[in-house]
């Protein structure tokens, strides 16, 4: 039921619903379904910063910053998928993480979107 209500709200929330759900199936350890449940709840609170097109981006709010914050960029990459990047503008995702403090690193790959040099003398998060 919580599936749906979030899956009916946007583009962005029905792609990582389907790549979680997907990504859940598979989840068996306590880590995995952590690095799911952040990210279902960085999607939920993010969901109108991240939908394309690339512009115009929109300084994010506090309580997406909070869930930004709480993601693993390991994690994040893991789930980048061509399903993923249908719903979710990567420029805006990097322009989010990259301004609520949790950068990406310039160079980082995650699913076919390398992550430019930003110019923020941030160094950003391994992939």
């Given at each position: 039921?919580a599936?749906?209500?979030?899956?009916?709200?946007?583009?962005?929330?029905?792609?990582?619903?389907?790549?979680a759900?997907?990504?859940?199936?598979?989840?068996?350890?306590?880590?995995?379904?952590?690095?799911?449940?952040?990210l279902?709840?960085?999607?939920?609170?993010?969901?109108?910063y991240?939908?394309?097109?690339?512009?115009?981006k929109?300084?994010?709010?506090?309580?997406?910053?909070?869930?930004?914050?709480?993601?693993?960029?390991?994690?994040?990459?893991?789930?980048?998928?061509?399903?993923?990047?249908?719903?979710?503008c990567?420029?805006?995702?990097?322009?989010?993480?990259?301004?609520?403090?949790?950068?990406?690193?310039?160079?980082?790959?995650?699913?076919?979107?390398?992550?430019?040099?930003?110019?923020?003398?941030?160094?950003?998060?391994?992939?």
């Amino acid at each position: 039921m919580a599936m749906a209500k979030l899956a009916s709200s946007s583009p962005l929330v029905l792609a990582l619903v389907f790549v979680a759900a997907m990504a859940a199936a598979a989840t068996s350890d306590a880590g995995d379904r952590l690095c799911y449940d952040d990210l279902m709840n960085a999607a939920t609170q993010c969901q109108n910063y991240l939908t394309h097109p690339a512009e115009p981006k929109i300084p994010p709010s506090e309580k997406c910053c909070r869930a930004v914050g709480d993601v693993a960029i390991p994690c994040l990459c893991s789930f980048v998928t061509e399903q993923f990047e249908k719903g979710v503008c990567m420029e805006k995702l990097v322009y989010v993480f990259d301004y609520c403090k949790n950068p990406l690193r310039p160079g980082c790959k995650c699913g076919s979107y390398k992550v430019p040099p930003l110019g923020l003398g941030l160094e950003g998060n391994e992939c």
